[in-house]
């Protein structure tokens, strides 16, 4: 995988549908890790899935709530207010 420009990396920041590799790239995670790891979560633990209505790309805030979740941060929506 190239690394992206500057530029590149500013207009990603916002997306919500990433491709793995910008989702790689948002994750900062060695490529071949990351997809070994993401195909081994999409199998077995439920990771969101590439979407076909949306150019085979995931939803960032599905996967960041997956990550958080197995990582043991708490559901927002479930907190005190």
């Given amino acids: 995988m190239t690394v992206p420009s500057p530029e ?4 990603e920041q916002h997306k919500l ?4 590799a910008e989702l790689i790239r948002r ?8 997809r070994e790891a993401i195909r081994m979560a999409e199998a077995k633990a439920g990771f969101p899935k590439k979407q ?6 995931r939803y960032w805030p599905a996967v ?4 958080d979740k197995h990582h043991g941060l708490p559901d927002p929506s479930k907190l005190a207010r």
Avoid: C, S, Y
């Fill in 52 to 57: 076909k209505l949306w150019g085979d790309r």
């Fill in 27 to 34: 994750l900062g995670v060695p490529e071949k890790k990351a």
């Fill in 17 to 20: 549908f990433l491709t793995d």
């Fill in 8 to 11: 590149t990396i500013e207009r």
């Fill in 64 to 67: 960041k709530a997956w990550l």
